[in-house]
């Protein structure tokens, strides 16, 4: 079955210092990973998307299929960083969708 | 463009009735899906409506029902409300794969 793991439910690190939010997914196809963010009172929002490998306010995530991961990663947080992240799965042709559980990060200043 | 509008934004209701939440999706927008949101559980898929068919279902038992109408807004009802019941419900409509959120009907079952 799909399934998306965020092992940590809280992560907390300090302004400055690298962020690595977990992901793992299990899926015997081809799939389209994403990232959403949703900051203190304000709606879910896409992050990104592995297909376009594009840098988002400073977040990048890459794709490995060898340790079925799709990690969030930024080299500096800053304290803006401050949200509940969720990674989600899309599958049978854009037509399923599976989220993990979430991970709120903390950025101490 | 609006954005994905839920209606209302908050609910208290007790134990055994029964509430309909309302999304409306962004224009142009034929997929409609439903999460349940809390802090224990995380995110939860509902059911996912497309041309106001039921194409996905999540694993929640028959109290939680929904449709979609041919102007693709979508209602969800819960019936028999339950204390567990209590969460912020998201509305999602998608296109070509990224998914636009509503801010949530946050229901309070007391």
């Known amino acids: 079955a799909q399934r998306v793991t965020q092992p940590e439910k809280l992560l907390s690190v300090f302004k400055g210092a690298p962020v690595e939010l977990k992901c793992n997914y299990s899926y015997s196809g081809s799939p389209e990973l994403f990232w959403y963010v949703q900051y203190s009172r304000q709606r879910l929002q896409l992050l990104l998307r592995h297909i376009s490998r594009e840098s988002i306010k400073g977040f990048t995530a890459d794709l490995n299929k060898g340790e079925t991961s799709f990690h969030l990663k930024k080299p500096f947080a800053q304290e803006e960083d401050s949200a509940m992240y969720y990674c989600?799965?899309?599958?049978?042709?854009?037509?399923?969708?599976?989220f993990g559980t979430g991970t709120k990060l903390q950025v101490i200043p | 463009k609006a954005g994905v509008t839920q209606t209302p934004r908050y609910l208290i209701k007790t134990r055994g009735q029964q509430v309909t939440l309302s999304c409306s999706p962004i224009s142009g927008h034929r997929s409609v899906s439903w999460y349940q949101q809390t802090p224990g559980q995380g995110l939860q898929f509902l059911f996912e409506?497309?041309?106001?068919?039921?194409?996905n279902k999540g694993n929640f038992p028959g109290r939680f029902s929904g449709r979609q109408f041919s102007n693709s807004r979508s209602e969800m009802n819960v019936s028999t409300l339950e204390l567990g019941d209590s969460a912020l419900y998201l509305c999602a409509s998608a296109l070509q794969g990224e998914a636009f959120f509503g801010q949530g009907t946050r229901l309070t079952v007391v």
């Open positions: 989600a799965l899309m599958w049978g042709g854009y037509q399923k969708v599976t």
């Open positions: 409506y497309f041309s106001e068919t039921q194409r």
